[in-house]
């Protein structure tokens, strides 16, 4: 149980174009799911809480223009990068959570952005 | 600031011997604590929660947690060459954040 799913796992974009990830819980609901960012070596970053059928909660210094965060249903959110630049060349994780009484997070796979 | 503080090692074990990571947190009003377990380029995996004062143990896996002492540990038994990973401590935080906060993550070598 607890699966996450993110697609896709690993995407080359040009400079300049936009860029959208999913994160689907598989097997649950999940109220809230989490988007993270880690370059190599340093540590997970998250970027912004999304609560499904609400805006996303951005962390200080996240661009919400930038990163546009979707929670449109209890078991989809994606995020879209846009007008990617290479310093958005990063790890992408999200993360869910069941429902508010829970405190468990389970990751999806991850998505790796390289923008050229 | 709510923190989470953890050794960055690397903590370098031998194959068999028990490898014991520790973190500390500073929300003294937290009561939810996880450790992820994070290979070299994938995602983080959970492998321990631990929400009461004491032990839980799963499999080689214990987690001990002392509230009064804000000190979270886990211990793997046992150790393997495959548990060489980066070990995260997780610590929920409630009152209006509800979210979890993440040390930076002890590396663990495992070695033959």
């Known amino acids: 149980g607890a699966v996450v799913s993110q697609h896709p796992s690993w995407v080359i974009c040009k400079s300049g174009t936009s860029v959208k990830i999913e994160c689907r819980s598989l097997d649950f609901q999940a109220t809230t799911m989490f988007w993270y960012r880690q370059f190599p070596k340093q540590s997970l970053m998250l970027m912004a809480t999304s609560n499904e059928g609400s805006k996303a909660t951005y962390e200080q210094g996240v661009e919400k223009d930038k990163f546009l965060i979707n929670h449109a249903s209890l078991t989809l959110s994606t995020l879209t990068v846009t007008s990617a630049h290479p310093e958005d060349s990063s790890f992408y994780i999200c993360s869910a959570r069941e429902s508010q009484g829970r405190s468990e997070q389970y990751f999806g796979p991850g998505t790796r952005l390289t923008v050229t | ?112």
């Open chain 2, 1 to 112: 600031q709510k923190e989470v503080e953890q050794n960055s090692g690397p903590l370098s074990v031998p194959e068999g011997a028990i490898a014991s990571l520790n973190c500390t947190y500073s929300d003294r009003g937290s009561q939810s604590f996880f450790w992820y377990r994070q290979y070299s380029g994938k995602s983080p995996e959970l492998i321990m929660s631990i929400y009461s004062n004491g032990d839980k143990e799963d499999g080689r896996f214990t987690a001990q947690l002392n509230k009064a002492s804000q000190y979270v540990s886990l211990l793997i038994r046992d150790s393997q060459p495959s548990d060489s990973a980066t070990y995260l401590c997780a610590v929920y935080l409630s009152g209006g954040y509800n979210k979890l906060i993440f040390g930076a993550g002890t590396r663990l070598a495992v070695h033959p």
